[in-house]
Structures are given as C-alpha cells and as structure tokens.
C-alpha cells in the first residue's frame, strides 16, 4: 500500500515489537572449534540495539540479526572495523574479532544515530589458560525469539483479565440497578415549551441575537481549537521528526496543559474583576485574544526550537495561560447570554467549532509544513485569530454598553447594575455551598480519571513518524484531519444518547466499550499490519470515547449550581486537564517498562476505571438539594 495512500486513509499500522531484548539475547557455539557467538537484534519499541553493550574474548563472533522489521537498520563500527552494508530490513551479519582486536568498539545504526541507536562491544584479550568450554544445549534461535514475543503479549493479556471480568459484572449489576445509580436519568432538560423561534429576534447585542450569540461563541471556540490542535499534533510531530525524545514531549504537552488545569482560578477573577461600560465577558476575551497573538507572535523569534526546548515549554506555558483564559470568559459569556432552551443545540456548534478548529490547526497546518517549515505554520496561525478577534471586537453583549473605552456611552448597561452583587466573599460562600454535595465532590474525582489513559498521546508521534516510517505530513493529516471528524461524530451521536437513555448509562457502557475495543486492539499484535484492521479499530476506539466525553461534560454540567456556574464547571474541567497532565507524566516510566501490547491493555484497566468514578454520582442531587435551600 502506497504511504500517500495510508494518509488519507487514516490507517494505523503498529509493528511487532523487537523479537529480542537484552534477556533475549543469546550465546551459542556455532563450531566446537571456535569461539562462541553473541547474537545482536533491534528493540523496535526505543530504536536501540538489544543489547546495547556486549562483552566478548579475541576469537568470538557478534551477529546482528533481525528479521521483518518495518524500519531498515545497520550496524557500522566508528572506525570501519565492520559494516554490515547498507541498512535494511533483515540482516544476519557476523564478524568475528581476530587475535590482538581487543578493545571497546563503539557501533552505530546510520538512519538512527541521532535518535540513540548505538552500541559498544568490549573484547577481552584471550586467557592464556583458556580452556574449551562445554558445549552448550543447542537452541532455535528463530523460534524462541518468536515464542518470547508472543509470550510476553499473552503474559501480559493474563494477568489483566480478571480485572476486565470483574467490570463486566460490575457492569452487568448496575444494569441490574439502574434506578438505583441513576442510570436513566436525563441529563439534558427535555424542553416542553414552544419556544419562539430563534431567528424572529432583531437586535446587534448578543442577548438580542441568536445568530450573534450563535456566531461569536463557535468563532472562540475554533480560536481555542486552532492552537490545541497545533501544538498536540503539528508541533509535537515536528519536534519528534527532530530527535526530541518522548519524555521531553511529555515535558512540553505538561506545560501546555497546566494552565488549563488551574483555569478555574480565573473564575472568581473575572466573577470580580469587570468592565461593566464594555460588558461583563467580552474585555477579557479581547485581553486573552490580544495575549495569544503577541506570544505566539513571539515564538518566532526561537532561532531552533527544537534545540531549545525549555524555552518552547515556557511558551507554550504563557500561550496556554491566555487560551485558558479566553476559554474560562467564553463558557462564563455562554451562560450569561444563551437563552435555556439554547443549550443543546449551541453547545453542540461549539464543540463541533473547536474540533474545525483542531483539525485546522492539526491536519492543516500539519499538511503544508513541508512547504512552509514550522515557523511558516506559525506565522499562519496570527491571521486567523485576528480575523476570529474581530467577532467580539465589533460586537457588544447587551444594550448600552461601548464597543471601545473610548466610545460615547449609548445609556445605562444592565452590567453597571448588576456589578454590586460581584465580590469575593460571596462568590468564594457560594463556590463552598455548591462544593458541600457529595455528588459535587464526586465529580472532582471523575474530572481527575478520566484522562490517565493519555500517556499514549505522546508515544503515537514516535511510534508512526520514528517506526513505521510515515511523515510529518501523513500523520498530521491523519490525527488532526479524520480523526478529528470521527470525534465529532462520536460527540453528536453520544449527546443524542445521552438525552434520550440517560448521560450517565451512556458513560458507564461506552467507557468499558472503549476499554473492550482498546485491550482487542492491544491483543492483536498480529494484526497490526492490516491496514484495514487498524483503521477500523482506531476509528471505533475514538467515536465511543468521544460519547464517553461528550456525556461526562453533560453529567458535570448537571451537578453544578448555576449561581457559580461558571467558575463550578471550569473547576471540573481543569480537574480534567490536571488528569492529562498526570497522564502525560506516566508516559516516559511506563514506555521505559512495557511493550506497546502491554500499554494497550493499561490504557484499557484506565478507561474502565471512570465507571468506578461515575457510579455513584447522583445527577440530580444538586438541584434537589437547592431547592430545598433556596425557599428559606
């Protein structure tokens, strides 16, 4: 199949691991006669020889041998002492170290030096007492290795299968329960009224328009896509093409995703801190716009960025403080000025928004880097948050209030007289209340579980660009582009559900569904080559954890008290964030430790691990409980 082909076509290929690690390697007497004989193969999984490190006597052999893999590989000593040719896909080349070669021999593979690919092979002089070892059993090299590999996946599928049983009766006994756990309540409000239509409105505000409201909130949203979209796919594939390793993109995703995980402190800032002339939301939009265009403006001036990581880090940290920003007001703007029976519908152009946005900045800008460079990509970018800064700089949130500070005052906002209700004491009072329900403080937990099983973000950049030989290009296409639209379609369909069996019932079956399709994908290590196969699996993984998001965004939603809102719901969504983070840093240990089956299956235990967060979360025990409140 054509790689131009796999692109378009979003196909998956994984490899078999390395058939070899360092406890695979192998000593075997090829001659009774001759000096014995250390076999050389390749871990797939890191680009390093297995083993790395060798130690013979003048007279042994080492053999490089691999078999099959999908990236071409060599073996040439620093100083031509051997060379196993041209680097390819199989290899079975021997040198055997003559009578006075003793030494440290340093060795390299060529396509892969930058990445680490080295070796170093110490010979010992021969002792002079050397006498002839017994001859050890004989082995089928070929075979073990195959059986080791094979062995270490089904190892591996064993011990993780009693949990996997276990969920499916616990499963199986909330089906049993529902009303019990709540599992057919509706999350979203059935709405009964006839509603006027939406498009009757006349008016230039936002509460006066429903196509401006409409308009505004999904511009920002595709604004706060763009940049997730870059940095998670374009930027990161760029830096792995360069030779950054996985920990150091760890690293970057870290602090690209922290700011987000503390957002919710912007809440009671711009609860408090307001504009009341130019509206309640709309300065802070135009600061968190203004804010990302200057820095990312200012990455251009990195001479390498990948040279200079650490400061790409902070970068990324000080761009993804604003885009946090901008995304705490646009939610606080969504609740000030959608009418309830709004909701559904908008929420849904949002997200969708936001997912164009990503696929944008991910399959598009990651498409044309070739021709552009990095820095070309970048400078693309400034352009279109300019033209999206426009939508809210040319657009006022009610009557009366100034399009600038320096515009003449139209009469009296309904902001300046709502301004005196906003201080902190209150604000932090009603945050403590609506914090005091246990299904609220549930939710805190649920929001810091979800995303654990993301430590496999920033291996899949290393594993298709570094291992299976795909592009830039491809790749980015592929995540950024069709996966992208796969997710949307998952986020449709799961909210549908959701409104019509119930959120929670949609998370509870679709998270251990995804868990299911996950541990397949990770047991069928023989498969990974099928195309076909790997698409179709890919794509099932993603639509179903799409309805498992897209129902938990809902379920928090309906244990927050409206009166905080804004700063409730951000608080749940930077727990979320926070649990990427934790989920980025288990990146590095976890690759260091296990096999790509291996994190197929913990990614799997992961998923299924939000249906304990769910389970006991009540979605309507917030608004029982203050109505019971709000008439005293």
Known sequence: MQKRGMAFLALILLFSVGSASAENSQIIDLDENEGETVIVTVDSTNLRFSPDSITLNEGDTVRFFWDGQLLAHNAVEDNALFDSGDPETSV??????????????????????????????????????????????PSNNDEDDENVSMMDGLISFIWFTPW??????????????????????????????????????EGNTLVESYRARVLTLCALYVAQGIPWGFITVTFVTYLAVEGVSAGQLAFLLTLGTLPWSVKFLWGPIIDRYQFPEMGKRRPWILIAQSGMIVVLSSMLLIPNMSSNVNLVGIMFLVYNIFTALQDVSTDALAVDVLKPHEFEKVNSYMFTSKAVGGIIGGAG?????????????IVLQIPILVVIMLVPLFMTERPGEKLYPWSESVGESETENAIEKNNFKEIFENIKIAFSFRSAQLGILLSLIISLSYFLIPVLPLLFVRELGWTEEQFNATKGGIILIVTMLGYMVGGQLGKQFGGKAI?????????????????????????????????LQTFV???????????????????????????????MNLSAIIGYQLTAPLVAMFDYSTLFYIAALLETVIILGAMFIDPEETRREMAKRLPE
């Not at 195309?531 to 699996?537: E, L």
């Not at 309906?558 to 749940?572: A, D, K, L, P």
């Open 507 to 539: 998370i509870i079956y679709s998270a251990f569904t995804t868990a299911l399709i996950t541990a397949f994908w990770g047991m069928n290590e023989n498969l990974w080559s099928n195309g076909f196969f790997m698409m179709v699996i890919w794509s």
């Open 164 to 201: 996997f049983i276990g969920m499916f009766i616990l499963v199986g006994y909330l089906t049993t329960r529902k009303e019990h756990y709540h599992l057919g309540v509706i999350l979203e409000e059935e709405a009964n009224i006839e509603a006027t239509p939406s498009s009757s409105e």
């Open 365 to 377: 800008l990651g498409t044309i880097i070739g021709f552009v460079g990095i820095k070309g990509a």
């Open 92 to 137: 079975d080349y021997s040198y055997t170290f003559a009578i006075g070669e003793n030494g440290t021999y340093q060795y390299v593979c060529e396509p892969h030096e930058a990445f680490g690919m080295v070796g170093t092979i110490i010979v010992n002089p021969l002792p002079v007492n050397d006498t002839e070892s017994p001859e050890p059993p």
């Open 545 to 575: 954890w799409a309805m498992v998001s897209i129902n938990i965004y809902s379920l928090m939603m309906r244990i927050t008290w409206t009166e905080v809102g804004g700063t409730q719901f951000t608080g749940y969504m930077a727990m």
